[in-house]
């Protein structure tokens, strides 16, 4: 399981995340509070305030390609 944090600047971040995540075949999630969201989903990314950071969950490894694929998005 991976976990991070991760951040938008712009509309078309959170549009080309969605769609990243759309690409894989695992579970992606993100979080803010109580909200969980399926991260495939741009409604759901979306309904999540997109002004602070969310918490990045994916049911992968660290090193799996993808992740790095999440570079532009992932804050430490």
Do not use: N
């Given at each position: 399981m991976y976990a991070s944090k991760v951040c938008f600047e712009t509309v078309e971040d959170a549009k080309n995340f969605a769609a990243l995540c759309?690409?894989?075949p695992f579970s992606v999630?993100?979080?803010s509070g109580v909200y969980i969201v399926d991260a495939k989903s741009i409604m759901g990314v979306f309904?999540?305030?997109l002004n602070v950071?969310?918490?990045l969950k994916a049911d992968c490894a660290e090193d799996e390609p993808f992740?790095?694929?999440l570079?532009?998005?992932i804050r430490e």
């Open positions: 759309a690409g894989v999630t993100l979080s309904s999540l305030d950071e969310l918490d992740i790095e694929k570079s532009d998005f």
